[in-house]
């Protein structure tokens, strides 16, 4: 209250708060000292919608220049500061003067970054933002950084954010199949540690995309049949340290995603999977396969 007033009408202290620091956020003084670019987020944070709009000249030039910072914890910040502005101001204050543009492209060129943290923070913000600003041109460099991404925090942090892109493209998804295609099947590959976070969030992707695109499943069945079932046996047969309830979650994840396949190509994968339990004779993949069978019995 003492910042924002008790009301829309009342002016509370954050204008004075800001016109103390306003010297001390120039190009040249932010960094003097380490305190002020604290100040400014702890302030920053503590106005919400709808006050904040009436405050953007003030905080946007300030949270632009420290996310435009060589050091990552200050881009960090930066980007923090950018998230809660688009939050908290209505788009159409955030479209006028074309600053939504200039937010996008700032956020945009962190994407270049093989900082986890800050990818992570830049993608979630981008979310938000997006209404506003192009999704596809985002979604094509993720993927393009996806595809050959070896380190294991950023594949995490990508896989755990590329369900929430596809679901805001919807059908339009369909532009981007053959990249993301290659990024699904690299990701269900490779296991990524006990949490299996980068393939449980790209068996979601995977999930959204058929049930987004799914005229265009029955061509990539094979390809991401052999992908599920590698994946599926690898889980089955695996004696490491993944936990049970991990375990639980692939192959229900990985199950769904069979059911949808099975779906969109009128049956194809019930007969594919039968084919595969009549023809080996492998106790274990007897037993896979008839624990898959079983779920499209049910």
């Known amino acids: ?70 050091r990552e914890e200050n881009k960090v910040l930066g980007v923090h500061c950018l998230h809660h502005i688009v939050l908290n101001v209505p788009g159409a204050d955030l479209c006028q003067f074309n600053r939504a543009q200039v937010v996008y492209h700032a956020l945009y060129n962190h994407l270049y970054s093989r900082e986890a943290p800050l990818i992570q923070a830049v993608l979630l913000c981008l979310l938000d933002l997006l209404p506003t600003s192009p999704c596809d041109e985002v979604l094509q460099l993720v ?58 969030g790209i068996l979601e992707t995977l999930q959204c995309t058929i049930e987004h695109a799914w005229p265009r499943m029955p061509c990539r069945l094979p390809v991401l049949l052999k992908a599920l079932l590698k994946m599926i046996w690898d889980v089955h047969t695996d004696q490491g340290s993944t936990p049970e309830p991990v375990r639980a979650a692939l192959l229900q994840r990985a199950t769904k995603c069979l059911i949808l396949l099975d779906r969109c190509s009128e049956g194809q994968v019930k007969i594919l999977l039968e084919g595969v339990y009549s023809c080996c004779e492998e106790n274990r993949v007897h037993e896979c396969m008839a624990m898959l069978i079983l779920v499209f019995v049910q």
């Open 1 to 70: 209250e003492f910042l924002r007033g008790r009301n829309e009408e009342e002016e509370g202290g954050f204008a004075a708060v800001m016109g103390l620091l306003r010297p001390r956020l120039g190009k040249d003084t932010w960094k003097r000292n380490p305190a002020t670019k604290h100040i400014f987020s702890w302030t920053l944070l503590h106005i919400t919608r709808p006050w904040l709009s009436q405050h953007l000249e003030r905080v946007l030039p300030a949270s632009l220049l420290i996310s435009d910072d060589f």
């Open 143 to 200: 993927l393009t950084h996806m595809e050959p991404e070896h380190r294991l925090a950023l594949r995490r942090v990508y896989a755990k954010t590329l369900p929430a892109f596809v679901q805001r493209l919807g059908i339009l998804i369909a532009r981007h199949l053959k990249r993301l295609e290659r990024v699904i099947l690299g990701y269900l590959e490779v296991s990524d540690g006990p949490e299996e976070e980068a393939r449980l």
